[in-house]
């Protein structure tokens, strides 16, 4: 079945056999922190974006769009026009590349999430340069809109209730066996995901046009 916040809302209270204040009130957190684990373990193409922004000369930080969840690829287009792709590493693997920080300079090679904002990369750029960003994105909440559905909402309907359950059940303090079936009810749920994104991705997702038009990447 496709979820709704309201229907989600009511299977929750009404599996937990809870319609206490104050339980009720972290039912949306217990939604929430189930996407992000499904987002976190699942690459699916429908969330993929294409953004680009720029390089500034002398500037080793780059800001990440808002919803940025996972890289797929960042790159800078050079003055003659070529496409040059990064490669993603650690934040200790930059620094201990460019021991001078901004004075080693250069066309950017490597990068890294630096923080939940922002890009470091290495070596600093030595001009500015446009950037070019496909990642993995987070789409908006089902507790966003008490009657809209989303996509988790409707396609992975099993994983999202076994997972809030999980949340509910742990806030509740409940039994270790009940908490380990949903558990486990969630695993095999997010099992049938990862095998749906999988064969999906067999599928060249360029031809089957299924990626978000590139959009200005405002930093």
Do not use: C
């Not at 987002?39 to 930080?61: A, I, M």
């Not at 966003?144 to 509740?172: C, H, K, P, Q, R």
């Not at 009810?185 to 990626?211: P, T």
């Amino acid at each position: 079945m496709a979820w709704t916040y309201t229907t989600l809302t009511q299977s929750i209270k009404d599996w937990t056999d809870n319609s206490e204040t104050t339980f009720v009130a972290e039912i949306p957190f217990f939604i929430m922190n189930t996407e992000e684990r499904i987002f976190k373990s699942v690459d699916l193409e429908y969330f993929r974006k294409n953004v680009s922004g720029t390089f500034t000369s002398g500037n080793k930080f780059l800001s990440m769009p808002s919803d940025y969840l996972s890289s797929f690829s960042l790159a800078f287009v050079d003055a003659s026009g070529n496409t040059n792709f990064l490669l993603q590493k650690d934040v200790s693997f930059i620094q201990e590349y460019t021991p001078g920080g901004n004075s080693t300079t250069g066309n950017p090679k490597y990068y890294a999430p630096f923080d939940v904002e922002t890009f470091i990369v290495s070596p600093t750029p030595n001009s500015a340069y446009t950037a070019e960003l496909h990642y993995f994105y987070r789409p908006a909440s089902i507790t966003t809109d008490d009657s809209g559905t989303t996509w988790i909402g409707t396609n992975a309907s099993d994983a999202l209730l076994y997972g809030s359950l999980v949340e509910a059940y742990t806030f509740m303090k409940g039994e270790a066996d009940v908490i380990k079936m949903y558990s486990d009810r969630y695993m095999e749920a997010l099992s049938r995901l990862k095998n749906y994104a999988e064969g999906i991705e067999d599928i060249d997702a360029f031809r089957a046009g299924k990626l978000i038009s590139p959009r200005t990447w405002v930093i």
